[in-house]
C-alpha cells in the first residue's frame, strides 16, 4: 500500500499562483509515474501532469507552459507548480500514483481561482 498526503491547494485571484505537493509513504518501491489528476464539478476526472521515474514529463494541453511537475525522489515528493492560473482551473486536484500492478490516489485537495 502506498499512502498519499497533498497540500498547497487555497483560493487564489485570476493570475495568481500555487503550489501542490505530495508525499509518498508506504511501499513506495518501485514508484513509476506520479502526476497530477484534477476533477471540476460535473465534469470527468483528468490528467494535469505525470512525471515518470525516468524524469519524461506529459501534460494538459491546457496547462503547457503554465504549470510545472516536479519530483523530490529523496523526499518521495511530487509538485505542481501552477501560475497564470485561471477559473477554468477551479477542480478538486488528486495526486496520482502508478506502480506497475497497482495505482493510488491522494484524497484531493480543493483550488479555486475567483475571477
Known amino acids: 500500500q502506498v499512502q498519499l498526503v497533498e497540500s498547497g491547494g487555497g483560493l487564489v485571484q485570476a493570475g495568481g499562483s500555487l503550489r501542490l505537493s505530495c508525499v509518498a509513504s508506504g511501499n513506495i518501491l518501485s514508484i513509476n509515474v506520479m502526476g497530477w489528476y484534477r476533477q471540476a464539478p460535473g465534469k470527468q476526472r483528468e490528467l494535469v501532469a505525470a512525471?515518470?521515474?525516468?524524469?519524461?514529463?506529459n501534460y494538459a494541453d491546457s496547462v503547457k507552459g503554465r504549470f510545472t511537475i516536479s519530483r523530490d525522489n529523496a523526499k518521495n515528493t511530487v509538485y505542481l507548480e501552477m501560475n497564470s492560473l485561471k477559473p477554468e482551473d477551479t477542480a478538486v486536484y488528486y495526486c496520482n500514483v502508478k506502480q506497475i500492478f497497482s495505482t493510488y490516489w491522494g484524497q484531493g485537495t480543493q483550488v479555486t481561482v475567483s475571477s
Open positions: 512525471m515518470t521515474s525516468a524524469g519524461t514529463t
